[in-house]
C-alpha cells in the first residue's frame, strides 16, 4: 500500500470554488487544472489576462464543462491588490484560497510601493490579498513556502535592498516569513472562532518557471537535472493536499516525502524553530500591516 499524496487522492470538489494566485504556470497551473477536473470552480488569479486565457484554454482541453474565471492581481503593487480583493469580495464567497504566486532570485527590483521585489511579491502581496479576503473564505488559506525558508531570518533594516542586493538570502527571508504568516494566521483564525484554517505546503525542488531568473550555466544545466526534481505537476502535490487533504488541520506544514522533501508523495514536513516562533510571528505580522496598511482585524 503506498503512503503519501499524489493528485489521485484529491476527491470530487463540486460545488467548491477555489481562487489560484499565479495559476497560469507551473505549479499555480497544474494545481487549477487537477481542481477543475475534479469539478470544482477555479478563479485563476494572474497578472496578465492573455496568459490566464491561454491557461483556461488548456485546461478545459482536459476539462471542457469547468467553470473558470480570471481575476487580474499584481502582488507588486499593493493599490492594485486592493483592487482585486475588492472584486473577490463583491462575488461569490471562496471555499479555499491558494497563495501559491511567486518570484524567485530576479534581479534587484522594487515593488511599486518600493520594496525589495521577493520580501513584496512573495510576502507583503500575499499578506495583503489575504488579510482583505479572509472574511470571504469559508474554508482554508494555503500558504506556498520552500525548503529555501531554511535559511532565512527576519531583517527589517534595508527593505528596498539599496545597500545590499543578496538574492538567495533574500529569497530565503521572503519564504520564513510565508511560514511565519502561515502559523500567525492559524492561531489568529482559531482565536477568532473561525472555522477557517491556515495550511502551508512546499514544493520540493520543482523545475517551473520560477527557475527563469537563475544565473545562465545552471539554467542551461536544468534539463539534465529534470530526473532528480520534481515536475511542475508533481510539485503540486502538497499544495492539492493542502487545499483538499482529508486529514488536513490548520497549522498542518507540507512537503514532498522523499530524500531531503525534494521529491516525492506529499506528506508532513518539517520547518525550522524560527519559523514556528510565535514572537517572530507577531513582530511580523505588526510590521507587515505598517508596511501595507492593511490590518487583517484578527
Known sequence: MRSGFTAEDVGVQTGRRFLVTGANAGIGFETAKVLAVRGADVV?????????????????????????????????????????????????????????????????????????????????GPFAFTGLIHPHVDDRIVITASLAHKGGHMDYSDLDASRSYHVWQRYQTSKLANLLTMYELDRRLGKAGRATQAIGCHPGVALTELTRHLPMPLRYMTPLATPFFNSAARGAWPTLQAATGANVQGGDYLGPQGLGEVTGRSGPARATSMARDPKLARELWERSIDLTGVDPGI
Open 44 to 124: 485563476l488569479a494572474c497578472r496578465a489576462a492573455a496568459r490566464a486565457e491561454a491557461a483556461m484554454d488548456a485546461i478545459r482541453s482536459d476539462a471542457p464543462t469547468a467553470e473558470l474565471s480570471f481575476l487580474k492581481l499584481d502582488l507588486a503593487d499593493l493599490d492594485q491588490v486592493r483592487e482585486a480583493a475588492a472584486a473577490v469580495l463583491a462575488g461569490p464567497r471562496i471555499d479555499v484560497l491558494i497563495n501559491n504566486a511567486g518570484v524567485m532570485v530576479p534581479p534587484r527590483t522594487l515593488t511599486r510601493q518600493g520594496v525589495e521585489l521577493q520580501f513584496g511579491v512573495n510576502h507583503l
